[in-house]
T-cell receptor, first 115, second 114 residues
Framework: GESVGLHLPTLSVQEGDNSIINCAYS??????FIWYKQESGKGPQFIID?????DKRQGQRVTVLLNKTVKHLSLQIAATQPGDSAVYFC??????????????FGQGTRLTINP | ETGVTQTPRHLVMGMTNKKSLKCEQH?????MYWYKQSAKKPLELMFV???????ENNSVPSRFSPECPNSSHLFLHLHTLQPEDSALYLC?????????????FGPGTRLTVT
């Protein structure tokens, strides 16, 4: 069945260091994945996405890696800043009827940046 | 701000009350979504509307009743809720097209059922 899961619920890193957040998914037919960031008191905010025909995608200070062989997704954040402290979710996105989309979220990893 | 607003931001209600959550998007999107976020569960999709038609209902109890009067507004009507329904209810919107588009989330309504 569909499930998207995260390996670790919490992660602490020193400011300026790089962080890696991991995610496993079970649906081998999944075609599109998204990483969201959720700060306290706010809704999830899009960070970066990747399609199944790619292995890697880079944004500003963030990189997403996709390993379809082992159904694993990771989010790398470079040179972390205090504002990166948040909960990070991976999500699997599926197109459903009439162009709407269905997101299946992982449990989330709380990233804390220590000064 | 994401262009998706939700009211109220906080709501406390008894199990016999009836209340409604409101969501409004100012992005020109035509698909809208309700999600439930509990403390120890992943975000769960509840309902999906596309072009004002309900296209997904994820086995949600009938005490939750969605309404989408137009592409900019989405409501979640609540009645005879249970304490386990206490959660953060998030609304999102996106373009409804044949390719993937980002969903934009509102800040959520924190619901407490007493």
């Amino acid at each position: 069945g569909e499930s998207v899961g995260l390996h670790l619920p919490t992660l602490s890193v020193q400011e300026g260091d790089n962080s890696i957040i991991n995610c496993a998914y079970s649906n081998s037919a999944s075609d599109y994945f998204i990483w969201y960031k959720q700060e306290s008191g706010k809704g999830p905010q899009f960070i970066i996405d990747i399609r199944s025909n790619m292995d890697k995608r880079q944004g500003q200070r963030v990189t997403v890696l996709l390993n379809k062989t082992v159904k694993h997704l990771s989010l790398q954040i470079a040179a972390t800043q205090p504002g990166d402290s948040a909960v990070y979710f991976c999500a699997e996105n599926t197109l459903i009827i009439h162009g709407a989309q269905k997101l299946v979220f992982g449990q989330g990893t709380r990233l804390t940046i220590n000064p | 701000e994401t262009g998706v607003t939700q009211t109220p931001r906080h709501l406390v209600m008894g199990m016999t009350n009836k209340k409604s959550l409101k969501c409004e998007q100012h992005l020109g999107h035509n698909a809208m979504y309700w999600y439930k976020q509990s403390a120890k569960k992943p975000l769960e999709l509840m309902f999906v509307y596309s072009l004002e038609e309900r296209v997904e209902n994820n086995s949600v109890p009938s005490r939750f009743s969605p309404e989408c009067p137009n592409s900019s507004h989405l409501f979640l009507h609540l009645h005879t809720l249970q304490p386990e329904d206490s959660a953060l209810y998030l609304c999102a919107s996106s373009q409804a097209r044949t390719s993937y588009y980002e969903q934009y989330f509102g800040p959520g309504t924190r619901l407490t059922v007493t």
